[in-house]
């Protein structure tokens, strides 16, 4: 594959949606411990349009995506359990271009009952399991708030709760409470007609997926040592302390988080749901807009890279 060339985006500079850039770059060539993967769909992640925008730090140029599923093209000399042809998923950086090499070990057979589309859409388990059991160790008999849970990682995470046996509170739009107690919730809250530190009191943990007021609002409702799980940012540190909770970040991907959620997945304990489908490496800026301004809705958002396979 020496001196060919692929289809991906490549930004080069932060900015809004026109950054994204559809050019041409030479395919990867894996290294020992990886694997050169092509790609049919990558996971659109809210973290993609910020770090497009400068609001994380990342070398340039890159290319978007941080996780795809697809099709191995080639495997590295020391690359043992994946061959050419195998149909995978996993934690894949670049995901938005034809093709990618990622390493070996962050990579797990798709099952064969799953579309691309959900393979691509399973990063969030990884990313609940590893907030809810890493950081926070849930167990089961445990109270805990999950804000909007009918999200990318939300979604997994209650399906991660109910399995455990924690007692769930949720909270999510009009639209999808009835998706949400499906999934296992023992109470949902329409977060735009009830305020929800009125409605809940006393839990052990809280996993807040939305950030903004949200945050600090939550720390009312978690009981004196209970702790608050941040994926988006951390409360006022002043009034955590008056509340005496616990804030960590939840947003750890451990390799034994991305194993423990591919055997529930494979089993078929948590389900991924997909929320949208954009076709493309041209709609990738349309995909992140979506990302960033769409209305709340059921699961993740995927870019189909490739439509022949």
Known sequence: MKNLHVPAICVHEPGGPEKL?????????????????????????PIDWKTREGLMHYPLPYIPGVEAAGVVMAVGESVFGKKVGDEVYGAIDGAYATCAVAQSELLFRKPAIWSFEEAAAAGGAKTAWGALFDVGELKKGQRILI????????????????HVGAYIIATASE????????????????????????????????????????????????KPGGVLLCL????DSAKADEAGVNVAWGGTKTLVAMREAHKLLEKGLIKPYVKKVFHGLSSAAE????????????????????DDR
């Open 175 to 222: 639209a999808n409470m009835d998706f949400v107690a499906s999934l296992g919730a023992n109470e949902v809250i329409d977060y735009k007609a009830v305020s929800f530190e009125t409605a809940v009191q006393e839990v052990d943990m809280v996993l807040d997926t939305v950030g903004g007021d949200t945050t600090d609002r939550s720390l009312s409702v978690i």
């Open 232 to 235: 988006v940012q951390y409360p």
């Open 21 to 45: 850039l559809l050019e041409e770059i030479a395919v990867p060539v894996p290294e020992k411990d990886q694997v050169l993967i092509k790609i049919v769909a990558a996971g659109v992640n």
């Open 147 to 162: 804000h909007g849970a009918a999200g990318g990682v939300g979604h997994f995470a209650v399906q991660l709760a109910y």
């Open 287 to 306: 995909a992140q807009e979506f990302s960033k301004y769409g209305r709340p809705g059921r699961g993740r958002i995927v870019l189909r890279v490739s």
